[in-house]
T-cell receptor, first 113, second 118 residues
Framework: AQSVTQLGSHVSVSEGALVLLRCNYS??????LFWYVQYPNQGLQLLLK??????LVKGINGFEAEFKKSETSFHLTKPSAHMSDAAEYFC???????????FGAGTRLTVKP | SAVISQKPSRDICQRGTSLTIQCQVD?????MFWYRQQPGQSLTLIAT?????????ESGFVIDKFPISRPNLTFSTLTVSNMSPEDSSIYLC???????????????FGPGTRLTVT
């Protein structure tokens, strides 16, 4: 079975500061890992995904994530936060195209001016 | 990529009634899923919609409450039956398929249906 744990339900950073959102996964098979962003009253938008190619994955809006098998982690980072990054972020895991996606509880990112 | 549309986008319903949500994908997909996102929470899988057979439900979800159909490779419906205020949520349709040169899979989400039960 697959699952993800997002550490920190709420992260607050200053504009221009590093963004680090933590995600640890559990999977009995090599996982596919995803980060989604959800802005208030909007749907899910895919930020990036890991599909067993490069371990450092670059996504949209300057975000990237690194797959670390030894740490079972897939943390999301952005070097410099922007006010527009304030949103809810979800980490998700799936075993394959035939399996559903399991979501973490979400991390709400606040960016202070 | 695949584009998923859902109807209705939102609805306000009376308790005790039922609502059917439609999910249409613009191309054939391998799997279709239904999720629920309760206010302020993460997404929870309701069921996997199987083409031509009964859906596979997650623990805590039953067919009588959430009947699902998937008559073909691009369409599915979710019905929320005998609604109560606790059913007020966003319901999302999702689809996945193999894609790309590396045959890794892609997963897509619909915009969601925002349901309020009064």
């Amino acid at each position: 079975a697959q699952s993800v744990t997002q550490l920190g339900s709420h992260v607050s950073v200053s504009e221009g500061a590093l963004v680090l959102l933590r995600c640890n996964y559990s999977s009995s098979v090599p996982p596919y890992l995803f980060w989604y962003v959800q802005y208030p009253n909007q749907g899910l938008q895919l930020l990036l995904k890991y599909t067993s190619a490069a371990t450092l994955v670059k996504g949209i809006n300057g975000f990237e994530a690194e797959f670390k098998k030894s740490e079972t982690s897939f943390h999301l980072t952005k070097p410099s936060a922007h006010m527009s990054d304030a949103a809810e972020y979800f980490c998700a895991v799936s075993a394959s195209v035939y399996n559903d996606m399991r979501f973490g509880a979400g991390t709400r990112l606040t960016v202070k001016p | 990529s695949a584009v998923i549309s859902q109807k209705p986008s939102r609805d306000i319903c009376q308790r005790g009634t039922s609502l059917t949500i439609q999910c249409q994908v613009d191309s054939q997909v391998t799997m279709m899923f239904w999720y629920r996102q309760q206010p302020g929470q993460s997404l929870t899988l309701i069921a996997t919609a199987n083409q031509g057979s009964e859906a596979t439900y997650e623990s805590g979800f039953v067919i009588d409450k959430f009947p699902i159909s998937r008559p073909n490779l691009t369409f599915s419906t979710l019905t929320v039956s005998n609604m109560s205020p606790e059913d007020s949520s966003i319901y999302l349709c999702s689809a996945s398929r193999l894609g790309g040169r590396d045959a890794f899979y892609e997963q897509y989400f619909g915009p969601g249906t925002r349901l309020t039960v009064t």
